[in-house]
């Protein structure tokens, strides 16, 4: 029993208790951005996007994604710098050339922010301090490729670069080559821009040119629609065998009409989503996996089962714009970091 002469302290106390702010009990968001060379207009990282809002409602992050216009190593740069300055608790970053953004990522990693990267930079991603990377191997994905391809009798193949000086991409040519060259197998590379019209019209330019040509390879979504689109109007569907890297609604429902022999799926959306989370995790409770490497792909689609997969279109369409401008501009960068 307790007796009556604590009774009034164990009141002032309790008393006290709840005059203390809940802000004080409760944990404060962390705070976390994400920066990668993916363009707004490319479908395949608006996929991305969303798998990192869906983690940050989850986990109750605040999430701001930035990318520049168009592929600017520069301009990344730039970012990355810009983010270290606002201390955040958490960056993820992609790194589709060390040279360019080694120095802005080990300031990061020197002012004690945890990184993560994504999709691009798995051969330097440890080096430059991050905690871990998520994403494929490009150079084997691409020698699968092109096994596969030669396997399906394409003698003469051009790979469709939208990215000139993206690492990620110069693995998966260097791959493919590896797997598909040979005395009687060529391989040939052109350079477009992501512009739709633009790379269509390069295409349709390319097949007329060079009759020989038997077998297209896109590295990612966005030069294969538009590439599609230009074997389509040249009567050259079915007749081209088209493979590409990356999935995307446009691409599944290409595969589902046999347009496409096979893509190289990497997983976009768990590239945004994992992150997110293991970051969240690391600052709320100070724990993350211990594997440097989350691999996230290559597992290759096909018209066979291509229903199998997960329907990535509930994940392709545009974000809302209150949705765009939360992660654009998040609210610790409106108010200033705390």
């Given at each position: 029993?307790?007796?009556?002469?604590l009774?009034?302290?164990?009141?002032?106390?309790?008393?006290?208790?709840?005059?203390?702010?809940?802000?004080?009990?409760?944990?404060r968001?962390?705070?976390?951005?994400?920066?990668?060379?993916?363009?707004?207009?490319?479908?395949?990282?608006?996929?991305?996007?969303?798998?990192?809002?869906s983690?940050?409602?989850?986990?109750?992050?605040?999430?701001?994604?930035?990318?520049?216009?168009?592929?600017?190593?520069?301009?990344?740069?730039?970012?990355?710098?810009?983010?270290?300055?606002?201390?955040p608790?958490a960056l993820?970053?992609?790194?589709?050339?060390?040279?360019?953004?080694?120095?802005?990522?080990?300031?990061?990693?020197?002012?004690?922010?945890?990184?993560?990267?994504?999709?691009?930079?798995?051969?330097?991603?440890?080096?430059?301090?991050?905690?871990?990377?998520?994403?494929?191997?490009?150079?084997?994905?691409?020698?699968?490729a092109?096994?596969?391809?030669?396997?399906?009798?394409?003698?003469?193949?051009?790979?469709?670069?939208?990215?000139?000086?993206?690492?990620?991409?110069?693995?998966?040519?260097?791959?493919?080559?590896?797997?598909?060259?040979?005395?009687?197998?060529?391989?040939?590379?052109?350079?477009?821009?992501?512009?739709?019209?633009?790379?269509?019209?390069?295409?349709?330019?390319?097949?007329?040119?060079?009759?020989?040509?038997?077998?297209?390879?896109?590295?990612?979504?966005?030069?294969?629609?538009?590439?599609?689109?230009?074997?389509?109007?040249?009567?050259?569907?079915?007749?081209?065998?088209?493979?590409?890297?990356?999935?995307?609604?446009?691409?599944?429902?290409?595969?589902?009409?046999?347009?496409?022999?096979?893509?190289?799926?990497?997983?976009?959306?768990?590239?945004?989503?994992?992150?997110?989370?293991?970051?969240?995790?690391?600052?709320?409770?100070?724990?993350?996996?211990q594997?440097?490497?989350?691999?996230?792909?290559?597992?290759?689609?096909?018209?066979?089962?291509?229903q199998?997969?997960?329907?990535?279109?509930?994940?392709?369409?545009?974000?809302?714009?209150?949705?765009?401008?939360?992660?654009?501009?998040?609210?610790?960068?409106?108010?200033?970091?705390?």
């Amino acid at each position: 029993m307790i007796k009556s002469k604590l009774l009034p302290l164990l009141v002032v106390v309790c008393a006290a208790s709840l005059l203390v702010p809940l802000t004080t009990l409760a944990q404060r968001k962390p705070k976390i951005i994400m920066i990668t060379h993916g363009q707004a207009a490319d479908s395949f990282w608006l996929i991305v996007q969303n798998g990192a809002a869906s983690a940050a409602e989850e986990t109750n992050s605040d999430l701001a994604y930035r990318s520049p216009e168009k592929f600017d190593l520069p301009a990344m740069s730039r970012m990355i710098d810009e983010a270290v300055a606002s201390k955040p608790d958490a960056l993820i970053v992609s790194i589709p050339d060390a040279v360019a953004l080694s120095q802005s990522i080990r300031a990061a990693v020197a002012a004690k922010i945890p990184v993560v990267s994504i999709n691009s930079g798995l051969e330097v991603s440890r080096q430059l301090g991050c905690l871990m990377h998520i994403g494929q191997q490009d150079g084997a994905a691409g020698k699968k490729a092109g096994e596969r391809m030669k396997a399906l009798g394409v003698k003469n193949a051009v790979i469709i670069n939208q990215e000139v000086g993206n690492l990620a991409l110069e693995e998966r040519i260097k791959g493919f080559r590896e797997g598909f060259e040979g005395p009687f197998h060529h391989v040939q590379i052109l350079p477009v821009m992501m512009e739709f019209q633009a790379c269509q019209k390069a295409v349709t330019d390319y097949v007329e040119k060079y009759s020989s040509m038997d077998g297209i390879v896109a590295l990612g979504p966005i030069a294969a629609e538009p590439a599609l689109q230009a074997l389509d109007q040249e009567g050259k569907i079915g007749k081209i065998k088209v493979c590409v890297f990356d999935i995307s609604p446009a691409v599944l429902a290409a595969l589902g009409r046999k347009q496409i022999e096979f893509a190289i799926d990497q997983q976009q959306w768990l590239q945004g989503y994992l992150p997110v989370i293991f970051l969240a995790n690391y600052v709320k409770h100070g724990s993350i996996l211990q594997n440097d490497l989350i691999l996230t792909g290559p597992s290759f689609v096909t018209s066979e089962n291509a229903q199998k997969v997960v329907d990535l279109s509930k994940y392709g369409i545009p974000l809302d714009r209150n949705l765009k401008r939360t992660m654009a501009v998040s609210n610790f960068d409106r108010n200033g970091a705390d």
